[in-house]
Structures are given as structure tokens and as C-alpha cells.
């Protein structure tokens, strides 16, 4: 199987991260992410269920999000119960187009 590949300027496409654990009646969710050239973004993000398991959250890409070609990192960011705070880092690539 191919690996999907996402492309600067597309919108619509899902960035989901596994958090581990169920998440069940978290708030504040959503992902820090830093850019290829640096720059920071907040990206609002929601609890996604898999097969029933409630341990992910999910931002779907609008306009601006996939503006540059490169690595970008986030953490996901959450509160749940008394604990708030940034989850473990993840990283995906952003293709230029016809690469």
C-alpha cells in the first residue's frame, strides 16, 4: 500500500494523532503545530472515535493550514480531568505540488 501524500494547499484532508489513552470528556482540545519554516499555529481539533475508541482528536484542514512545503510537528493539547497539557509530538510531511 502507498503512503498518502498531502500537498501544499490542499484542504479537507484529516490530521489525526493517537493520544493512547480514552479521552473521553476532554476539553481545550486542540494541536500545536509547528511549520517547516518555524512559525506556530493553533489548530482547533476534536475527540475522534476509531473502532469505538475514543483516544484520538482530529482537525480537518481549512484554507492556510498546508501553506508550506516541508515537515511540520504537533503536539496535541488537551484538558481532561485535572490534568492539562501537551501530548507526545508527531510528524507528518507537506509535499510541493508534482513532487
Excluded: C, R
Aim: proline share 2%; no cysteine.
Amino acid at each position: 500500500m502507498s503512503e498518502i501524500k498531502h500537498y501544499i494547499g490542499e484542504v479537507g484532508a484529516d490530521v489525526v494523532i493517537d493520544i493512547g489513552e480514552v479521552i473521553t470528556g476532554a476539553t481545550g482540545i486542540s494541536m500545536l503545530v509547528k511549520k517547516p519554516d518555524g512559525t506556530t499555529a493553533t489548530w482547533a481539533a476534536n475527540i475522534y472515535s476509531v473502532g469505538g475508541s475514543a483516544q484520538y482528536i482530529k482537525h480537518t484542514v481549512i484554507a492556510g493550514d498546508f501553506d508550506q512545503a516541508g515537515t511540520y510537528e504537533a503536539h496535541p493539547v488537551l484538558t481532561l480531568a485535572s490534568w492539562t497539557g501537551k501530548g507526545e509530538k508527531v510528524s507528518f510531511i507537506v509535499y510541493d505540488l508534482y513532487s
